[in-house]
């Protein structure tokens, strides 16, 4: 499995057979010229998540890609072509498998309405097991052997995280939602989850696609 991370929370996955891409949101733009994508998944309706300016720009680029997200997205931006992905359920894409997780946007604090969020889940035989949470941390999938990790948000603090990610004890992982904080504040989350928690963190800034475990 190759992976790389494209700013923010967006991330480009490629499998053997399947390029997917999760979460082209207006905190990057490494992502608007991506061809030849299966697929596009938006984890949850936040523009850091969905470009609504960009996105249509790059489903022309990928007319064959299929578009799953979570039910608010389709309020909220025009995609057409769009499936609604529920917590729950699952999509197949040739010999990969996508499983949504989840279903509720972490609370950033009670006076803003909670939205809605899909973590999810891609297995193909013979790769490792890879896991986008979008903006929650509540729910915790199994046999993930790579993971994708918020690395700071107004919804969640670093005892959350690294309880989170101890809990899915994946092989290794990577930081994402990393758009609102600083060098300083990226390393300190990065040096504490490589100290505290059994996940291998590797820094995918600006590397392009990277090969990471294999089973």
Do not use: Y
């Not at 997917?20 to 030849?36: A, K, R, T, V, Y």
């Not at 025009?78 to 917590?87: D, G, K, Y």
């Not at 990065?190 to 800034?205: K, V, W």
């Amino acid at each position: 499995m190759k992976i790389a991370h494209l700013g923010h929370a967006c991330v480009l996955v490629e499998t053997a057979t399947t390029r997917i891409l999760f979460d082209p949101g207006n905190f990057s733009n490494q992502w608007h010229d991506l061809e030849d994508l299966e697929a596009i998944v938006v984890t949850h309706a936040h523009p850091d998540h969905i470009d609504p300016v960009n996105i249509a720009g790059l489903l022309a680029l990928n007319p064959q890609a299929q578009i799953l997200v979570e039910p608010a997205v389709l309020e909220m931006v025009p995609l057409p072509s769009a499936q609604a992905l529920t917590a729950g359920s699952t999509v197949d894409l040739g010999a990969v498998r996508l499983e949504a997780v989840g279903g509720l946007h972490a609370l950033i604090h009670r006076d803003i309405p909670q939205i809605g969020n899909i973590g999810v889940v891609v297995r193909e035989p013979a790769e490792p097991t890879f896991c986008h949470p979008g903006d929650a941390l509540d729910v915790v999938p199994t046999g993930i052997d790579i993971l994708a990790t918020p690395a700071h948000g107004p919804w969640c603090a670093m005892k959350e995280t690294i309880d989170f990610v101890r809990a899915v004890g994946a092989k290794q992982g990577f930081l994402i939602h990393d758009g609102l904080i600083n060098e300083r504040g990226w390393s300190l989350t990065f040096n504490r989850l490589n100290e505290m928690t059994p996940t291998r963190f590797l820094d995918l800034r600006a590397t392009g696609l990277v090969d990471l475990v294999t089973r």
